[in-house]
């Protein structure tokens, strides 16, 4: 039995056609899927296919933006292409979300902070530790990734993280680091961090703004805690 390709549909099932018809607003997340990967397999078609993928994910696309070619080939009909069509679609989706915001954006407030990383961090599986360097005004200066580290635990030098305040000429600077498991509660090594680079960053007549923790949805910030 051959793949049902989206091709041999009746015209009014065919997602292009009526995504020409209507819009792609009026297509539901499977059927702009199917479009990606073009057929299904021998028993379902693209649409159904697809249906099932996302119904494995709670119909939660940011959650189907943390798959893997591995999560995928659990289901018939999905090879390397079709799960790395998916994958490139996901990602150029968060390109797009981290180009709405400008680079040079002011930063008033916690939520400002989350928004800028949120794009980042809210996918990855392992933790990142970033800094945000900001000038006299509030206005961001760079977004500087200080270390990558496992599932559990990444490690932040502080001297690092002061060297690319001085290299930018940054006067506020604000911590930023994901926790994958989804809680934002700091840990005992994300608080004696904080104030480790509180107390270099004063020496050297540098502000840390803030420290905010980054889950998918959620975050925790540390001034609006009253711990900075």
Not at 99 to 126: G, K
Not at 148 to 155: F, H, P, S
């Amino acid at each position: 039995m051959e793949k049902l390709n989206i091709n041999q549909w009746a015209e009014e099932d065919r997602p292009r056609e009526k995504m020409m018809l209507k819009g792609a607003e009026a297509l539901s997340d499977a059927e702009l899927l199917a479009i990606l990967i073009g057929s299904g397999n021998t028993e379902e078609s693209a649409v159904t296919l697809m249906q099932r993928v996302l119904a494995e994910c709670g119909n939660d696309l940011n959650q189907l933006g943390r798959w893997e070619v591995r999560d995928f080939s659990r289901f018939k009909g999905f090879g390397p292409a079709k799960s790395i069509t998916i994958m490139a679609a996901m990602e150029l989706g968060k390109r797009r979300k981290l180009q709405e915001r400008p680079e040079r954006a002011t930063v008033r407030s916690s939520q400002d902070i989350y928004e800028l990383f949120h794009p980042l961090l809210c996918d990855l599986a392992y933790e990142e530790f970033w800094v945000l360097l900001l000038n006299q005004s509030s206005r961001v200066i760079e977004k500087t990734r200080i270390s990558r580290g496992g599932i559990d635990q990444t490690t932040a030098d502080v001297r690092s993280i002061l060297r690319e305040a001085l290299i930018q000429r940054a006067t506020q600077i604000a911590l930023v680091h994901n926790h994958p498991s989804g809680t934002p509660r700091p840990s005992t090594d994300d608080q004696r961090l904080t104030q480790l680079v509180q107390k270099g960053a004063q020496t050297m007549n540098i502000r840390l703004i803030d420290h905010v923790i980054v889950t998918d949805g959620r975050y925790y910030s540390f001034n609006d805690e009253g711990m900075i």
